[in-house]
């Protein structure tokens, strides 16, 4: 019985050790002012100003103050012909917790990295 359990804790051990952080890979950094144009001309709000970002494997989400004390997030596919937003977060009230919020990013913004769509929806659901 000892051993069976102490096996079972060195399994469960082994499977934590090797399951990677909701972030690992994903690059944070702060938004450049260019960055803060682009996005206040995107989405026609001259006092929204970028102020983090999230990147991973070409993609890009960029963490903006809105002029309405609100935030946002914007999406930024990989793809180099695309310079356009991918998708637009404003909060969603009716998800609840990190699967749904990584469902609504994976259906809003085809392609994007699970990576990266885990690292947003675990952060967008501990910041609220």
Known sequence: MRRALL??????????????APCEGVARGEGAPSLSTRVATQLHDPKAKAFRTFAYDGWEIVEVALGDAQNAFVFYSADPLSSDT??????AKDLDGVSQAKEWTVESAPGIPNQLARCFAVHVTAVR
Not at 7 to 20: F, K
Request: glycine share 4%.
């Open 7 to 20: 096996c079972a804790l060195a399994a469960l051990a082994a499977t934590e050790a090797h399951a990677s």
């Open 86 to 91: 991918v998708a637009v977060w404003r909060g």
